[in-house]
């Protein structure tokens, strides 16, 4: 079966093309890809070709498809695996194997080290690797793209079950938020941030009772109260508070003495590899406060301060989590199950003709996830976007009234009318 998909030669050498896959072994499936989300990794991937560690050194003379926030529907399945999956079934991935025969060892992923997987194709080779990890997760909701956002969802949920807390007297640590704890969660209006504010509130094992989210950009902070409100989360028995560190000379001050009432926070999260940023969430931690550096900078000499005093007379302490495990993934695509709805995290829509520019200016970029239907040919367009291109197409006309049903969100509706009446690629 021939396959179009976009992959990587080198260094910002992206190719959309199209090739022959090899015909599946017993211990393989195919797949059709239908959505894709663009992830800054990706871009990371993409810029720095062989140097990243994922990326194979032959990548010149073996390209490897990109992207790994996927999903589709199994068209194949090979011998060993007709027990487990079948054709029509729709499935998600989870992209972090850690496989020591991979192509790059513990290293290799999906998106990252394999010439025939990856999400932005139309279609894929599953191999062994990612099914010997039980990596392949059947999803059965409603739609595409809830399955494709599991993975950075996964993210999330990982980081705040890598979070920890000590008990006085004991070296046993307590893994995952706090309780009842007070949460902050810093440059937090991104993609990453609004699927943490997401779970944080509507998971029902465990809440923070204040979860104060910060940013500098005004407009980006109104947007993610329209789509996260104060309201919904005080139903859930959960304070929201959403502050301008910006217009502070003093936000510190803000966040610690006001906001937390002088007793600084339990959990902290950094969503942006800002050194300020950092900084300014370890000063707002309380004692046996946590801090999560989640944002991965570039940067392999990225440094910032931390207060040692606090270390050593407030247990104060840090985490680092790039990513989310397989429980952490089934657990993403469950509570998408029960209601969970991360269109807020979308606000492009776009085709396979348009990943490779997609991909190599991500950063310029403004908005959240990038979601590609790899099977259209759609320039990236802003959700946004749609009402005003409507007035001269018809297309985006009727996309911007389904999205309107959902306060301009992204949702299942709009997906399906998409898939049936966007231009195949």
Known sequence: MKTKAVRLYGKSDLRLEEFELPKINDDEIL?????????????????????????PNSVAQNPIIIGHEFSGEIVEVGAKWKDKFKPGQKYSIQPAIYYEEGPMGVLSAPGYSYPNIGGDATY?????????????????????????????????????HANYHTTPGSYIHDMEIKEGGKMAILAGVGPMGLAAINYAVTRTDRKPSLIVVTDIS????????????????????????????????????VLR???????????????????????????????????????????????????????????????????????DMIEALDAMSKGLDPAGLVTHIGGLNSVVETTLNLPNIPGGKKLIYTHKNLPLTAISDFEELGKENPFFAELAK????????????????????????
Not at 137 to 157: K, N, Q, R
């Open 218 to 253: 005004q407009e980006r902070l109104d947007r993610a109260a329209e789509i996260f409100p104060v309201s919904w989360a005080k139903e859930n028995g959960i304070e929201l508070i959403y502050l301008n560190t910006g217009k502070y000379s003093d936000p510190v001050s």
């Open 124 to 160: 894929a080779i599953i191999p062994k690797d990612v099914l010997v990890q039980d990596c392949l997760l059947a999803y059965d909701g409603s739609g595409f793209y809830p399955a494709s956002l599991a993975e950075p969802l996964s993210c999330v949920i990982g980081a705040m």
């Open 31 to 55: 797949a059709k890809v239908v959505s894709d989300s663009i992830c800054m990794s990706s871009y990371k991937a993409a810029t720095q070709g062989e140097s990243h560690k994922r990326v």
């Open 257 to 327: 003495d006001e906001l937390s009432c002088g007793t600084g926070f339990d959990d902290v999260f950094v969503f942006a590899p800002v050194a300020p940023v950092i900084e300014q969430g370890d000063a707002i931690l309380g004692v046996d406060g946590c801090l999560n550096f989640f944002a991965g900078p570039s940067n392999p000499e990225f440094t910032a301060k931390m207060n040692f005093y606090n270390v050593h007379y407030a247990a104060t302490h840090i985490m680092g989590t790039s990513g989310g495990n397989n429980d």
């Open 402 to 425: 389904l999205v309107a049903k959902t306060k301009g969100l992204w949702n299942v509706e709009a997906e399906d009318y998409l898939l049936a009446n966007a231009q195949e690629i």
